[in-house]
């Protein structure tokens, strides 16, 4: 037998067995069970402030207001046990997510490989079919053969990146085990779940030619593909193999780039050389829209630039008039559970005031991330940042609104 006919999957990574043979579903109950834990904290940190604020007027005294900081305290620590949680629970989900992709693109290989009489062994190796020419194994159906160890071999490697993403992840938060700053949770530890969440998904697209990416396209549920166009819309979009017709919905319809604009937050994100401004979250969503989303500049002196001075207005720097014009121009609101990447997201307080502006890179599992300055963060969950950042705020209320970007000029 020669070393050319056989395709031999590596040694230190996850197994093919153990691939092959994995219930992704126990990660994602897993998952689940601490995604229960955060709501379980949060409610606690909830009940905390209610009884604090109650006892700040029926209680009014040095006594009093020692009480009073120690519910602050004890509401803080289920604040951050929500955050820590659900940290937990965003790795353990894409770890779970990653693994159901990459073993149905597995089983379908095999699936592929018992038609055709190809013999895979228990260590992963893939045998030419058993009636190739002796002189050539590989002359009988080779394409045919080579289609499977590719999707053998690009599933364990996904599945291999997820598990030490994962590993690496939950380390991390182990680490931080006696967080006791609020503002860290989310910002360090919350904020690198949500990242290695969307990274862990990313990560189990292939590397191959046309040819063998359309084959792995062919191998994924239609669930894992409506999964990866949510989780991986810029990744996604810049693959060769891909059919055409998914690229066109992911850029989107019109002149607005959709993916190229949320592929442009995710990359510019830290960079803060273009940041103009000390509150810069509307320039940088602007800038994404234009230099991602290939939208023209010049649409006139109340538009997003004045192309007769070139320089910026309100609608280009100010969440709101961004969020007014986008939606006179042909944009429009769309629900949360309808995001997708490339729409624009509009925080508004609890006095009607819409005071920020980030770009929607992704979802998962109906919740929406998101890619911003001042505060430069990546993919950062909306779900799991709202009801604490709104703690953090006094209690003040949030509304959120997703526009989808449609110009019109």
């Known amino acids: 037998m020669l070393a050319s006919d056989v395709c031999r999957l590596g040694t230190d990574m996850v197994t093919y067995l153990q691939l092959r043979d994995a219930q992704p579903q126990l990660f994602a109950q897993a998952a689940a069970a601490w995604s229960s834990r955060s709501r379980t904290a949060m409610d606690a940190a909830r ?13 009014r005294s040095s006594a009093g207001d020692g009480a009073r ?7 803080h620590q289920m604040l951050i046990a929500s955050a820590e949680y659900r940290a937990v629970g965003s790795i353990v989900q894409g770890l779970a997510h990653a693994f159901h992709i990459t073993q149905n693109s597995l089983r379908h290989g095999l699936d592929i490989a018992e038609r055709h009489r190809i013999r895979v062994d228990d260590n992963g190796a893939v045998y ?10 590989l002359a009988a159906d080779s394409g045919t053969w080579r289609t499977v160890c590719f999707l053998l071999c690009q ?4 599945a291999t990146r997820a598990d030490a993403a994962s590993q690496n992840g939950l380390a991390a938060l182990a680490d931080a085990v006696d967080q006791r700053d609020v503002d860290r949770a989310l910002d360090n530890d919350l904020a690198l779940a949500s990242r290695l969440e969307m990274s862990m998904i990313a990560g189990v697209l292939p590397e191959g030619d046309a040819e063998q990416v359309t084959a792995w396209w062919a191998s994924l549920t239609a669930d894992d593909r409506d999964l990866l166009k949510q989780a991986a819309a810029p990744e996604l979009a810049g693959l060769d193999g891909i059919p055409q017709d998914v690229k066109n919905e992911l850029h989107g319809a019109g002149t607005y780039d959709a993916a190229g604009a949320a592929g442009w937050a995710e990359t510019h994100w830290n960079d803060r050389s273009d940041d103009i401004f000390d509150n810069n979250c509307t320039n940088f969503a602007s800038t994404a829209v234009h230099d991602g989303g290939g939208v023209d500049y010049q649409v006139g002196s109340g538009g997003l630039l004045d192309h007769g001075t070139w320089e910026v ?6 969440a709101p008039e961004l969020h ?3 939606v006179e121009h042909r944009g429009y609101e769309v629900s949360q ?4 990447p490339g ?6 307080d609890e006095h009607g005031t819409i005071h920020y502006t980030a770009v929607v890179t992704g979802t998962i599992d109906g919740d929406i991330r998101s890619t911003q300055h001042s505060s430069p963060r990546l993919d950062a969950s909306l779900d799991g940042r709202l009801e604490i950042q709104e703690h953090q705020d006094g209690g003040s209320r949030q509304t959120i609104h997703i526009v989808r970007v449609n110009p019109d000029w």
């Open 128 to 137: 030419p079919p058993l009636d190739a020419a002796p002189d050539d194994r």
């Open 324 to 326: 007014d014009f986008m």
């Open 313 to 318: 207005t309100a609608s280009w720097v100010q």
């Open 69 to 75: 900081d120690r519910l602050t305290e004890l509401m």
């Open 47 to 59: 009940t905390l402030r209610r009884h604090r604020d109650d006892l700040g007027q029926a209680w």
């Open 343 to 348: 729409d624009l997201v509009f925080w508004e």
């Open 337 to 340: 559970a309808e995001a997708r």
């Open 155 to 158: 599933a364990v490697d996904g």
